[in-house]
């Protein structure tokens, strides 16, 4: 083994090599070229440290017998490393020559294909030249050709041009109509092939022709038209029908304007007997008669379509033409007509007027395909196509008549939109407040009879939501179903306004008028019940606990609402709970349906503010009625003298008569809320709310025990009571009840939170006030959150003199933490209305005058 002085030396060696240090993938890639199987040696590790590998062969001083042996092994190591380098040296020497000699190679190799691929370009340029010269001559010739083939063509239709032109004239002349359509169809593309050449006078001259041909043609054929369908004309050739129909044929040629002017002409003509019957002044033109309108239209159509049906071609729809003209002369005529005589219309006859014509838009829907509306004066307007997809038909239709349907999600069948919806029915629009004025007529009429409607006086024969909510609804939805398909603009914001206004009177005049008023409904036979009971338990009371009863009697009857009352306002609570749900429905269906103009005017809000108000105070009522019938019991249990109660019995009579009272009104509460589990919780929740700190009120007034006597077994009787009424009052939902359904987690809180604090105070009270400090400590130890006040109340239980309570209220004050001397001010500042300002030494100024308060308001 090596000693300290050759590892020093060792180390001062390596500190003057300079080591190198190689990465891993490099060293791998070193010995993946090398393949050298002996790399796993220590000599070839890159981390290879001399000191180790020496300690590593000479582990001790006996191996240090071999070290010649050693040596000379590494010699010859190095001496065939120093051969393999040698030999790697000189195959190196000519490596540079080979790599000059490949370069001149690839560069003799890249000049003779740049010579190959210039001689190739020369050869094809040669070869192109030639191309053109053989071609030269063809090209010529092809030209040739071409202007040839174009003169030929051009000289036969010169030929067809004057041949035809002459011929055509003669076979007007004669009105051979068949026999001029197919030459007039070639003469007038030759015509046209012709325009090219207009400044040439002879092609000029033959155009010239050709136009006044067309001319003569049209003034012709209206002439013969107005010969056969005018009456009256004498001394004329009357054409055949066959004739007119090829007349309309060569019409078809001649310029769209001859064929627009006709067809106007002729249907002017056939509606010109509907325009004199149905004159304004004629008694058949009112709405009541409207049917027979469509029925004029019905006939003349079908009698049209007998006689001259086949005159005119399919592609110029005749019959729809007539219709389309019929509905804007009818739409003017009505226009003018219920304007002139608006106050003859009533909701009636206009909703019949718009029912019968809705039918028959219907009918043309299906009948025609409304193409002749779509071109010029025929168009219809965005408006107009959006208006046309919310009309629909109201009155019952035959099966004749009935249009192609489709039906929405609400089950309203409506038409399929067509061209010609609201093409008659847009004349009814401006006249749609008769409607709506008359829908708020008959919703003042249905209030009415929801008021003179009597409540079935049997509680069983009631429902939980009055009929009449139903009622009223379910007129809203088949007002708003009827104004959907007459208009979803403004008459449908207006019934909106309507909705909102009865959706009032029937909160007001049906529900907030029915809710029963307080009276003095407290019969002597349940007082002398209650009293009963509570003079049984109350033997062992001294004669004053008689007297306090006799004076309780005398007290006079409680305000309270019967049991009929009671079931009246759970029903008027649940009917405000459905118009509260049924109205946000409403609200939403009527922002689908209204026109986008108006989605943002709509807002039911207002509305479901007054049934929130209504349920609230509902529950309010039914609150302080299940109070009001507690509160003789707390009367009783404030009056009792318990600090003569010589021994703790079962629970005292006035809990008996607390929990006799609950399961008498309970179960006919959650009866009737058994529809609004979620407001009868509400209930429970705002009644212990309430009872809770008006229990401790009434503790607070008890005199448990006294300085001279130590007796707390009126505290311990009281302590029960208190108890008893907490597990009463956690099961206060369930009371009554054969299935026994868990209280909410919150409602057990409040119940819990607030009767511990109930059973605190009277432990406080059972505690001796002496030692002072105890006292105080324990008070707030089990009171926390009480104030100077609610210490002086307790004081008072234990029926301490108020000048025996003044030490006291000191330590508290010093022992108190400060937010409870900031509750205590705050609150005698609340309840007396008195201002405690800031003063310099802090709280106590203000402590100084919450005494003066405190002697002023409180009983000696």
Same mark, same amino acid.
Request: proline share 4%.
């Given at each position: 083994m090596l000693g300290a002085q050759d590892d020093l030396d060792s180390g001062q060696g390596e500190s003057r090599i300079a080591t190198i240090v190689l990465t891993s993938d490099v060293q791998a890639a070193i010995d993946q070229v090398l393949q050298n199987p002996g790399a796993s040696s220590p000599l070839d590790q890159p981390d290879f440290n001399t000191t180790d590998y020496i300690n590593q062969l000479f582990p001790n001083e006996q191996s240090l017998s071999n070290i010649d042996d050693v040596i000379a092994k590494m010699e010859c190591e190095v001496g065939v490393i120093d051969d393999n380098i040698r030999s790697v040296v000189r195959g190196q020497t000519n490596t540079g020559q080979d790599g000059r000699k490949a370069l001149e190679d690839a560069q003799r190799t890249i000049m003779q294909l740049s010579s190959q691929i210039t001689e190739i370009k020369t050869r094809a340029e040669k070869t192109e030249d030639m191309v053109k010269e053989i071609t030269r001559d063809i090209k010529q010739l092809d030209s040739a050709k071409k202007n040839l083939t174009s003169a030929i063509t051009t000289l036969n239709h010169l030929h067809m041009l004057v041949g035809g032109v002459e011929s055509l004239t003669k076979l007007a002349e004669k009105r051979l109509y068949g026999e001029v359509l197919n030459p007039l169809q070639a003469i007038t593309e030759v015509n046209h092939h012709f325009q090219q050449f207009s400044e040439v006078a002879h092609i000029?001259?033959?155009?010239?022709?050709?136009?006044?041909?067309?001319?003569?043609?049209?003034?012709?054929?209206?002439?013969?038209?107005?010969?056969?369908?005018?009456? =009256?004309?004498?001394?004329?050739?009357?054409?055949?029908?066959?004739? /007119?129909?090829? &007349?309309?044929?060569?019409? $078809?040629?001649? %310029?769209?304007?001859?064929?627009?002017?006709?067809?106007?002409?002729?249907?002017?003509?056939?509606?010109?007997?509907?325009?004199?019957?149905?004159?304004?002044?004629?008694?058949?033109?009112?709405?009541?008669?409207?049917?027979?309108?469509?029925?004029?239209?019905?006939?003349?159509?079908?009698?049209?379509?007998?006689?001259?049906?086949?005159?005119?071609?399919?592609?110029?729809?005749?019959?729809?033409?007539?219709?389309?003209?019929?509905?804007?002369?009818?739409?003017?005529?009505?226009?003018?007509?219920?304007?002139?005589?608006?106050?003859?219309?009533?909701?009636?006859?206009?909703?019949?007027?718009?029912?019968?014509?809705?039918?028959?838009?219907?009918?043309?829907?299906?009948?025609?395909?409304?193409?002749?509306?779509?071109?010029?004066? =025929?168009?219809?307007?965005?408006?107009?196509?959006?208006?046309?997809? /919310?009309?629909? &038909?109201?009155?019952?239709? $035959?099966?004749? %008549?009935?249009?192609?349907?489709?039906e929405t999600e609400e089950g309203i069948v409506k038409p399929v939109a067509s061209p010609f919806t609201d093409l008659i029915g847009s004349c009814f629009k401006p006249h749609l407040d008769i409607y709506t004025d008359s829908i708020d007529k008959n919703l003042a009429e249905l209030i009415e009879q929801f008021l003179q409607a009597k409540v079935p006086a049997d509680p069983v024969a009631r429902t939980t939501v009055f009929p009449s909510c139903a009622d009223l609804f379910v007129f809203y939805k088949k007002c708003m179903v009827q104004c959907v398909q007459l208009s979803n603009g403004k008459p449908m914001y207006d019934l909106a306004m309507i909705f909102k206004k009865y959706l009032r009177e029937y909160a007001a005049k049906i529900l907030e008028s029915r809710i029963p008023k307080l009276t003095t409904s407290y019969t002597p036979s349940s007082i002398s019940t209650s009293m009963s009971l509570l003079t049984r338990d109350l033997q062992n009371l001294s004669t004053a606990a008689g007297q306090v009863i006799h004076s309780f009697l005398k007290e006079g009857e409680v305000a309270r609402f019967t049991k009929e009352e009671i079931i009246t306002i759970c029903c008027i609570l649940t009917t405000a709970e459905y118009c509260l749900e049924t109205v946000q429905q409403l609200e939403d269906k009527l922002k689908e349906k209204v026109d986008a103009a108006f989605t943002e005017k709509i807002d039911l809000g207002e509305e479901k503010d007054v049934y929130h108000r209504i349920i609230s105070n509902c529950i309010q009522y039914l609150v302080q009625d299940l109070e009001t019938g507690c509160e003789p019991a707390l009367i009783v249990m404030s009056k009792i003298q318990w600090q003569t109660i010589s021994n703790v019995g079962d629970q005292s009579t006035f809990v008996n008569s607390i929990i006799s009272h609950f399961k008498q009104t309970i179960p006919t509460i959650r009866d009737n809320?058994?529809?609004?589990?979620?407001?009868?919780?509400?209930?429970?929740?705002?009644?212990?709310?309430?009872?809770?700190?008006?229990?401790?009120?009434?503790?607070?007034?008890?005199?448990?025990?006294?300085?001279?006597?130590?007796?707390?077994?009126?505290?311990?009787?009281?302590?029960?009571?208190?108890?008893?009424?907490?597990?009463?009052?956690?099961?206060?939902?369930?009371?009554?009840?054969?299935?026994?359904?868990?209280?909410?987690?919150?409602?057990?809180?409040?119940?819990?939170?607030?009767?511990?604090?109930?059973?605190?105070?009277?432990?406080?009270?059972?505690?001796?006030?002496?030692?002072?400090?105890?006292?105080?400590?324990?008070?707030?130890k089990l009171l926390p959150d009480s104030t100077l006040v609610e210490f002086h109340k307790v004081l008072d239980m234990k029926g301490m003199r108020r000048v025996d309570q003044a030490q006291l209220a000191e330590l508290f004050k010093r022992t108190a933490p400060k937010e409870n001397l900031s509750l205590a001010l705050d609150a005698v500042s609340s309840s007396t209305g008195a201002k405690l300002p800031d003063s310099p030494d802090g709280d106590k100024g203000r402590i100084k005058k919450l005494e003066k308060l405190i002697k002023k308001r409180l009983p000696n």
């Open positions: 000029k001259t033959l155009s010239d022709k050709v136009a006044q041909i067309h001319a003569e043609l049209a003034t012709q054929i209206t002439e013969d038209f107005k010969n056969v369908f005018t009456p =009256g004309q004498q001394n004329t050739v009357k054409m055949s029908l066959s004739q /007119l129909a090829d &007349a309309c044929r060569v019409v $078809s040629v001649l %310029e769209p304007k001859v064929k627009r002017d006709l067809l106007k002409w002729f249907i002017n003509l056939q509606l010109q007997e509907y325009v004199q019957l149905f004159h304004e002044n004629q008694d058949i033109a009112w709405l009541d008669k409207i049917d027979k309108r469509y029925a004029w239209i019905k006939r003349h159509l079908l009698d049209f379509e007998d006689k001259f049906g086949k005159i005119f071609p399919l592609d110029w729809e005749v019959s729809e033409r007539i219709t389309v003209q019929f509905c804007h002369t009818t739409h003017e005529q009505l226009t003018k007509l219920m304007a002139r005589r608006r106050v003859e219309i009533d909701v009636k006859l206009l909703l019949y007027a718009i029912g019968k014509t809705t039918a028959f838009e219907a009918l043309l829907a299906k009948r025609f395909t409304g193409i002749t509306l779509q071109d010029g004066s =025929g168009a219809k307007s965005p408006a107009h196509e959006a208006s046309a997809r /919310l009309h629909a &038909a109201r009155m019952p239709q $035959s099966s004749s %008549e009935s249009p192609a349907q489709s809320l058994a529809t609004s589990r979620k407001y009868y919780i509400q209930f429970c929740h705002k009644f212990v709310n309430s009872f809770i700190p008006k229990y401790i009120n009434h503790l607070y007034k008890c005199r448990l025990t006294s300085v001279q006597d130590s007796n707390v077994l009126g505290c311990e009787q009281l302590l029960l009571d208190t108890h008893s009424l907490k597990t009463v009052l956690l099961d206060l939902p369930s009371i009554g009840s054969q299935v026994n359904r868990k209280a909410p987690a919150s409602f057990t809180k409040i119940v819990i939170k607030g009767m511990t604090k109930a059973e605190m105070i009277i432990k406080v009270v059972m505690a001796p006030v002496i030692p002072a400090n105890v006292f105080t400590e324990q008070f707030l």
